[in-house]
């Protein structure tokens, strides 16, 4: 993780920079499971630790080599006339670290009834008893809103910038660009 690039969103009209974020996360999304490596993680140095705005800006943290590999890709097309990189840089000394990563919300008590009672073979009574609609968890993080390629339907992926740490922790990223424990440099 020593060299970063950031994307930034043009500011346009016609579309909120939400929805142009959320395009240009489903088309890293979907090179980064085409590149397979594990080794490209992503921060959002705007966001908004308490509401849905991730800001303007994507960072994709790396070595230089992968960044590289990455951008080769040409995963921007159609993305070109919204947005604006940059080359790879060095990370900065005076940098920190922290985690970004997925957060899953438990916000269907319905859907966690139906899995007990298929799993475990629970009654519906037992099971809206075990699990009463009061236990949907709401989460004020940020997120994107992608589609899911096997399915279609919509869903939003909650990202949560973690605590900052003086020192990095090595470790693989998703194919989102996210990790519970290895961390990126913050700056």
């Given at each position: ?72 890709q040409d995963w921007l097309r159609g993305m ?39 799993r475990k073979g629970f009654s519906e009574e ?60 913050w700056f």
């Amino acid at each position: 993780m020593d060299h970063y690039l950031d994307i930034r969103l043009l500011p346009d009209p016609e579309f909120p920079a939400s929805l142009l974020m959320n395009a240009l996360f489903a088309k890293l999304h979907r090179a980064l499971v085409s590149h397979g490596a594990g080794d490209v993680g992503v921060s959002f140095p705007e966001h908004a630790c308490n509401g849905p705005g991730l800001g303007t800006c994507l960072r994709l943290h790396g070595s230089a080599v992968a960044l590289a590999r990455l951008m080769a890709q040409d995963w921007l097309r159609g993305m070109r006339d919204h947005s604006a990189c940059g080359e790879p840089l060095p990370v900065p000394a005076s940098a920190t670290h922290r985690t970004v990563r997925r957060v899953q919300a438990h916000s269907s008590p319905e859907r966690e009834r139906r899995r007990l009672i298929a799993r475990k073979g629970f009654s519906e009574e037992a099971a809206r008893a075990a699990i009463p609609d009061s236990h949907a968890r709401r989460l004020g993080l940020p997120y994107v809103t992608l589609a899911s390629q096997s399915t279609g339907q919509q869903f939003r992926l909650f990202i949560e910038h973690g605590p900052l740490q003086p020192k990095a922790t090595p470790g693989t990223f998703s194919a989102y660009g996210l990790s519970p424990h290895a961390t990126i440099p913050w700056f």
